[in-house]
């Protein structure tokens, strides 16, 4: 059975930090595509960055340069650090695990940038 399991969101303030982790089991992280995504109340789920099976990493422009995937192979694991935190970045964020034909998703983690 696949499990995709976040954590690390919580209540943050603006220009703060905070990494988000995402542990699987049931799969090998490092043979799909990896992506975080994230959906604030009334809005559709958003993609936030991915990282391929060999690597390649891509943004959203809203969270180019303060955010970054990266991923540990020998753990299973995936990681976003987000930076200089901004109001507009509140939302649950999910993690995924694609490969066609097959995909999975984590329960997510909810992220508030508050003063």
């Known amino acids: 059975q696949v499990q995709l399991v976040e954590s690390g969101g919580g209540l943050v303030q603006p220009g703060g930090s905070l990494r988000l982790s995402c542990a699987a089991s049931?799969?090998?992280?490092?043979?799909?595509?990896n992506g975080w995504y994230r959906q604030a109340p009334g809005n559709q789920r958003e993609l936030v960055a991915a990282i391929t099976s060999g690597g390649s990493t891509k943004y959203a422009d809203s969270v180019k340069g303060r955010f970054t995937i990266s991923r540990d192979n020998a753990n299973n694991m995936m990681y976003l650090q987000m930076n200089s935190l901004k109001p507009e970045d509140t939302a649950v964020y999910y993690c995924?695990?694609?490969?066609?034909?097959?995909?999975?998703w984590g329960q997510g983690t909810q992220v508030t940038v508050s003063s």
């Open positions: 049931g799969i090998i992280f490092g043979f799909y595509t």
């Open positions: 995924s695990a694609s490969r066609d034909p097959s995909g999975y």
